[in-house]
Protein backbone atom coordinates (compact mmCIF):
# COMPACT_ATOMS: atom_id res chain seq x y z
CA UNK A 1 0.00 0.00 0.00
CA UNK A 2 1.61 3.23 -0.89
CA UNK A 3 2.53 5.79 1.96
CA UNK A 4 -0.30 8.60 1.27
CA UNK A 5 -3.05 5.64 2.21
CA UNK A 6 -1.17 4.80 4.76
CA UNK A 7 -1.06 8.08 6.44
CA UNK A 8 -4.45 8.82 5.75
CA UNK A 9 -5.45 5.12 7.42
CA UNK A 10 -3.18 6.65 10.20
CA UNK A 11 -5.20 9.95 10.53
CA UNK A 12 -8.64 8.29 10.13
CA UNK A 13 -7.67 5.68 12.88
CA UNK A 14 -6.73 8.17 15.18
CA UNK A 15 -9.56 10.28 14.70
CA UNK A 16 -11.98 7.26 14.59
CA UNK A 17 -11.21 5.82 17.76
CA UNK A 18 -10.93 9.22 19.65
CA UNK A 19 -15.02 9.71 18.10
CA UNK A 20 -15.61 6.76 19.40
CA UNK A 21 -14.33 7.02 22.89
CA UNK A 22 -16.13 10.84 23.32
CA UNK A 23 -19.24 9.52 21.56
CA UNK A 24 -19.83 6.27 23.84
CA UNK A 25 -18.45 7.91 27.20
CA UNK A 26 -19.46 11.52 26.88
CA UNK A 27 -22.24 11.32 24.22
CA UNK A 28 -24.00 14.53 25.83
CA UNK A 29 -20.39 16.46 25.45
CA UNK A 30 -20.37 16.02 21.88
CA UNK A 31 -24.48 16.46 21.33
CA UNK A 32 -23.82 19.99 22.74
CA UNK A 33 -21.77 21.22 20.56
CA UNK A 34 -23.25 20.01 17.19
CA UNK A 35 -25.94 20.59 15.20
CA UNK A 36 -27.86 18.08 15.72
CA UNK A 37 -28.52 18.12 19.63
CA UNK A 38 -28.34 15.99 22.18
CA UNK A 39 -29.10 12.48 21.74
CA UNK A 40 -27.14 10.27 23.73
CA UNK A 41 -28.24 6.98 22.45
CA UNK A 42 -27.67 8.38 18.89
CA UNK A 43 -24.17 9.10 19.57
CA UNK A 44 -23.06 6.05 21.64
CA UNK A 45 -24.75 3.62 18.42
CA UNK A 46 -22.33 5.91 16.23
CA UNK A 47 -19.68 5.00 18.63
CA UNK A 48 -19.86 1.94 18.12
CA UNK A 49 -20.49 2.15 14.56
CA UNK A 50 -17.34 3.43 14.17
CA UNK A 51 -15.57 0.89 16.68
CA UNK A 52 -17.13 -1.76 14.03
CA UNK A 53 -15.81 0.16 11.05
CA UNK A 54 -12.59 0.90 12.49
CA UNK A 55 -11.89 -3.52 12.74
CA UNK A 56 -12.38 -3.16 8.85
CA UNK A 57 -9.98 -0.60 7.98
CA UNK A 58 -7.45 -2.11 10.92
CA UNK A 59 -7.77 -5.15 8.72
CA UNK A 60 -6.80 -3.47 5.45
CA UNK A 61 -3.87 -2.28 7.06
CA UNK A 62 -2.30 -5.09 8.50
CA UNK A 63 -2.84 -7.62 5.56
CA UNK A 64 -2.48 -6.24 2.12
CA UNK A 65 -5.20 -7.22 -0.82
CA UNK A 66 -5.57 -5.17 -3.60
CA UNK A 67 -9.60 -6.16 -3.76
CA UNK A 68 -10.52 -5.95 -0.51
CA UNK A 69 -8.61 -2.25 -0.13
CA UNK A 70 -10.58 -1.15 -3.01
CA UNK A 71 -14.06 -1.85 -1.36
CA UNK A 72 -12.89 -0.62 2.01
CA UNK A 73 -12.25 3.22 -0.31
CA UNK A 74 -15.10 2.45 -2.21
CA UNK A 75 -17.28 2.34 1.56
CA UNK A 76 -15.15 4.89 2.63
CA UNK A 77 -15.61 7.47 -0.12
CA UNK A 78 -19.21 7.21 -0.71
CA UNK A 79 -19.41 7.37 3.19
CA UNK A 80 -17.63 10.46 2.79
CA UNK A 81 -19.40 11.70 0.58
CA UNK A 82 -22.54 10.96 2.50
CA UNK A 83 -21.56 12.09 5.74
CA UNK A 84 -20.61 15.15 4.15
CA UNK A 85 -23.50 16.22 2.67
CA UNK A 86 -25.44 15.39 5.67
CA UNK A 87 -22.62 17.99 7.75
CA UNK A 88 -23.02 20.56 4.99
CA UNK A 89 -27.20 20.45 5.05
CA UNK A 90 -27.22 20.79 8.73
CA UNK A 91 -25.01 23.86 8.30
CA UNK A 92 -26.65 25.67 5.91
CA UNK A 93 -29.96 24.95 7.96
CA UNK A 94 -28.16 26.04 11.19
CA UNK A 95 -25.22 27.59 10.52
CA UNK A 96 -23.65 25.02 13.28
CA UNK A 97 -19.67 25.37 12.90
CA UNK A 98 -19.15 21.94 14.11
CA UNK A 99 -21.18 20.63 11.00
CA UNK A 100 -19.20 22.80 8.74
CA UNK A 101 -15.78 21.50 9.63
CA UNK A 102 -17.55 18.09 9.23
CA UNK A 103 -18.42 18.38 5.44
CA UNK A 104 -14.77 19.64 4.92
CA UNK A 105 -13.32 17.39 6.69
CA UNK A 106 -15.17 14.49 5.10
CA UNK A 107 -14.87 15.68 1.36
CA UNK A 108 -11.35 16.37 2.06
CA UNK A 109 -11.24 12.82 3.07
CA UNK A 110 -13.06 11.72 0.16
CA UNK A 111 -10.82 13.01 -1.86
CA UNK A 112 -7.74 11.87 -0.27
CA UNK A 113 -9.07 8.22 -0.65
CA UNK A 114 -9.76 8.73 -4.24
CA UNK A 115 -6.25 10.07 -4.78
CA UNK A 116 -4.93 7.30 -2.82
CA UNK A 117 -6.51 4.75 -4.86
CA UNK A 118 -5.39 6.19 -8.42
CA UNK A 119 -2.01 6.46 -6.68
CA UNK A 120 -2.09 2.52 -5.67
CA UNK A 121 -3.88 1.91 -8.79
CA UNK A 122 -0.77 3.47 -10.53
CA UNK A 123 1.51 1.55 -8.60
CA UNK A 124 0.42 -2.11 -9.52
CA UNK A 125 -0.38 -1.52 -13.09
CA UNK A 126 3.39 -0.38 -13.42
CA UNK A 127 4.43 -3.33 -11.21
CA UNK A 128 2.81 -5.94 -13.44
CA UNK A 129 4.00 -4.15 -16.43
CA UNK A 130 7.32 -4.83 -15.42
CA UNK A 131 6.60 -8.64 -14.48
CA UNK A 132 5.77 -8.84 -18.39
Given amino acids: MNKFLRLLFVLVIIAMLGASILQI ?11 YGISAGWQ ?6 NLAVLII ?3 VNIK ?3 FYLRIALLALIIGGIGIGTNHLL ?3 EYHSPVNA ?4 ENYLLAIGWIVGWLIEHHSIKKLNASKS
Fill in 25 to 35: FLPSYLGEHSG
Fill in 64 to 66: YDW
Fill in 90 to 92: NYM
Fill in 101 to 104: IGAF
Fill in 44 to 49: REIGIW
Fill in 57 to 59: ILA
